[in-house]
């Protein structure tokens, strides 16, 4: 069994680093059916006088992008051209979403029934909840453009909700009509959380960006939409875009605060008798403390009852109004005060209230590039990187890739969602098939394997990695894999050091590493 290990390995994560590591669109769709423009018909009366404010707040963004390849890390994909939406808000800015405009080398926006394109460039990016400003060279387009006005409440479920934008299939600007369907508070990214707005007017690839308005004003950006289903779009509310101007307005873009503990419904009979706990008692019981140490205010079976002064029921939902019920999490943004959220809590029977530190930075094992480009460094015929959310994306779009490393136990799949800890800041990854050189005779490949120690000491992380290969003295240099079967990696240290430059030059690559590994690599080795 395990002689077919690496090879299974190699077979299905050869063909996986062989082919593009992004889409060279970002959809908002996978439907395969473009948006025809509909001309509103029965919507309110208050709408009569808001068709031209809106047709003229409206844009089309053209970006250029350049994405990263995580499995090629020393240079960028092909670049490719994305056509989006945006909206003009107060201050001349224009609001879009991230995606529309994350890793774009040019960007322009051309106004509805124009035919000039003006530059533009990214005032803020926050790409955790898909936002983004941007700001033009000449501001004298916003003259004859002024702000769209927002609403300053949620919309009611059912109210009708006209979608605007520049959706595939034209060129003109499309106008959808449905109603409001759903609004939950659930996970953007993998450690934001915010409200998110269900219609059913058709949203396609290239309305991303483009306001939703219900009424006479907007209640929203569109930005996404569920594949494979009829008429199932999604938009960022008002209130999400409010927190994100707030947040910016000192220049910089912090996050939002969160609560990151495991928690559990308290539905179960049997758990509410272990808890001691009388019919008339609800809340959400805490199953895991995010940090369990003795510091932390919450401890293993607490019982969150209220978050302020709001009560908490058994699924950890609370009510906003008659008709709305979210996550009691949704609170934790209006009532955090200085990094602490008050909680009421049952412990052993008794209520109490602690201050609950909320954070809007989760450090991850895996983190996301959020905009960067992946650092790397070059050694012989390996290539050294770091896993990152971008690379689980692509894996999770090919279950039998996810099968072969979870039958090998590879950390990318045991390790998903986890801390830093002690052992790893980060994983680092041989994120290339070797290249071709007789250094590498007679390995299978470890392209994908996740490096768990040279010459018996333990990595930490790509830097760590780096600074023991500059420092090391032996005769050979030895990479063990963090997998079950494979096979270790041998090489001459001084024949490795030797073909670094000739492997760079046989393949067009101008650095041995990123600018921050460099660093590292020409630095005085430690004592």
Known sequence: M?????????????SLFASPAFATDVPVSNDGKDAAPVVPTG?????????HEAENAVVKVFSTMHY?????????????????????????????????????????????RAGD???????????????AVLKLDDESFFDTRPPLQRASTLPEIKDVVLAYGFPAGGTSLSITKGIVSRIEFVPYSHSVAGLRIQIDAAINPGNSGGPAIAGDKMIGLAFSHLGNAQNIGYIIPNEEIDLFLEDIADG????????????????????????????????VVVHRPYKADASSPLKEWDVITRIADTPVDDQGMI??????????RYLIQKVASNGRVPLTIIRKGKAQQIQLAVSSDRPMLIPDLKGAYPSYFIYGPLVFSTATQQILSLLNAKPEFINALSLIRSPLVTRRGDSPDTDHDELVIICSPLFPHKLSKGYSG?????????????????????????????????????????????????????????????????????????????????K
């Open 446 to 526: 470890p392209a994908g394997a996740v490096v768990y120690s040279v010459n018996g000491m333990q990595v930490h992380s790509l830097s760590h990695l780096v600074s023991l290969l500059r420092d090391l003295e032996d005769e050979f240099v030895v990479f063990e894999l963090d997998n079950r079967g494979g096979e270790g990696l041998v090489f001459s240290r001084k024949e490795m050091v030797a073909a670094t430059d000739e492997i760079l030059s046989d393949n067009g690559i101008r650095a041995q590493g990123s600018a921050d590994m460099l660093r590292i690599w020409q630095g005085k080795p430690a």
């Open 319 to 328: 009510k906003l109004g008659p008709n709305l019920r979210v996550n009691f």
């Open 252 to 283: 910089r873009y912090d996050g939002k605060p969160a609560m990151y503990d495991d928690l559990q419904t308290l539905e179960n009979p049997a758990l509410r008798a272990f808890l001691n706990l009388d019919g008339s008692m609800q809340g």
């Open 117 to 131: 394109k003006m530059a533009a460039t990214i005032a803020a990016v926050a790409p955790d909840i898909d936002l």
């Open 68 to 112: 990263p390849d995580p499995f090629r890390p020393w240079t960028k994909q092909a670049p490719s051209d994305v056509k989006a939406s945006g909206v003009v808000i107060e201050n001349k800015r224009i609001l879009t979403n991230a995606h529309v405009v994350l890793y774009a080398g040019q960007i322009e926006v051309q106004a509805n």
């Open 2 to 14: 395990n002689a077919l290990l690496p090879s299974l390995r190699c077979c299905l994560l050869v």
């Open 43 to 51: 919507a309110p009366e208050s709408t009569a006088a808001l068709p």
